[in-house]
């Protein structure tokens, strides 16, 4: 599947089927962190990503300090 | 993964919540933590005239909506802070959101109407970027909504935020900063009521309200903000959170319910001699205000120029 990540962007291919949970820990990037979207909704940690699907992972922390 | 209300197909699990939500509920679960953070800490009344400071991002944007949503006549305020790209896109996507919803923004551009951008700014007061966006929003939120004639400012400060500022202060014991660190700040001295609705929300919540509502937010970060003691802080509390969820928000509303009136005394200290500034009449404790300052500072650096950011700051 295509992976479209950001900071930088970048997209990686990702073999599947497999959860969005174990995608999340295959990248290392905490599921507290980030959205998992794929067309124009969200998908949830136990979904099975198809090996066909493109998904964006989208991180949520943003910064400044005012 | 089931919608713990409905049963129907979920779309997020929110753990401090122990829950999950499909789009319906989680829209709801936004919706009524909102209103309950309004009603609870007494932060809007019937017939206020509502100024949403809107930066294009997630929050601010989620939070207008929500607003309306509850039925609050809000209008928005952008800040053009002239930081590049950056702020072109943002400007681009609060135009189009209000745009689209026939909603009123006011727009301030400080390249514009004060004659520097922010990085020109940091570099003239020798301040970290965020200490002169800061400065410089504070300044121009109250002078907006002065000028404007209306009764609050809301920001769209959501709990990670709020956590993340509180883990600061604690760190280096700010007790000033810690007395004044709370949802809503009334309006006192020529200064206009402040507000925080989304307390209660976590960022993630935020961005996933607009994701399902169809908002579309700049998603990028601002190229200043990278490597912020703020968002190191942020890293720190989420791999509490982590292991340990609701830790944010035992955190932070534990700190207003057993501690932040422990430190309002420490507040007060230099509001009581408080003066209009003698360039344009804003409250301050001095002869000029710290933005007038800026702004003299700033007048000959030029602007558009990026600021070297180090490696870490």
Redesign the interface.
């Known amino acids: 599947m295509k992976v479209r990540l ?2 930088p962007k970048r997209e990686v291919d990702v073999d599947g089927p497999v959860r969005v949970h174990a995608l999340l820990e295959r990248l290392q990037i ?1 599921r ?4 998992v ?1 794929r067309g ?8 099975l990503l198809a090996d066909d699907d493109v998904v964006e992972i ?9 | 993964m089931k919608c713990t209300v409905c049963r129907a197909p979920a779309v997020i699990d929110v753990r401090r919540h122990n829950a999950n939500f499909c789009v319906e509920h989680f829209l709801r679960l936004c919706r009524d933590q909102v209103a309950r953070t309004i009603k609870d800490f007494d932060m809007l009344a019937p017939g206020d005239h509502v100024l949403v400071a809107i930066s294009g991002g997630k929050d601010s944007l989620a939070l207008w909506d929500i607003l309306v949503e509850l039925g609050y006549e809000a209008d928005g305020l952008y800040l053009g802070l002239g930081i590049g790209d950056y702020s072109d896109s943002s400007a681009e996507h609060a135009r189009a959101f209000a745009t689209e919803r026939g909603l009123q923004l006011v727009e301030v551009d400080l390249p514009r109407d004060h004659g520097f951008d922010i990085p020109a700014g940091s570099r003239a007061a020798k301040r970290v970027p965020c200490s002169a966006c800061g400065l410089s929003k504070r300044h121009l939120f109250d002078d907006a909504a002065r000028k404007g004639s209306y009764d609050v400012v809301a920001t769209g400060h959501n709990l990670d935020d709020e956590a993340a500022v509180l883990f600061g202060n604690v760190l280096h014991w700010q007790s000033d900063y810690l007395g004044r660190q709370l949802p809503v700040l009334p309006e006192r001295d020529g200064f206009p009521r402040k507000v925080k609705p989304l307390v209660r929300l976590g960022e993630r919540e935020t961005a996933a309200y607009c994701v399902l509502r169809g908002i579309d937010y700049i998603v990028e970060e601002c190229p200043m903000a990278a490597g912020n003691k703020h968002l190191g802080y942020k890293e720190a509390l989420n791999a509490i959170e982590a292991t340990s969820p609701g830790s944010k928000h035992e955190f932070y509303f534990g700190f207003l319910a057993r501690a932040a009136g422990r430190f309002a005394a420490d507040a007060q200290g230099d509001r009581e001699h408080l003066r209009p500034c003698a360039s344009c009449g804003a409250p301050t404790t001095g002869e000029t205000c710290a933005f007038c300052k800026l702004v003299a500072r700033a007048a000959g650096e030029a602007v558009g120029v990026p600021v070297d950011l180090g490696p870490r700051r």
């Open positions: 950001r900071n905490s507290e962190t980030v959205l979207i124009d909704t969200l998908v949830p940690g136990d979904v989208r991180p949520v922390i943003s910064g400044g300090a005012a």
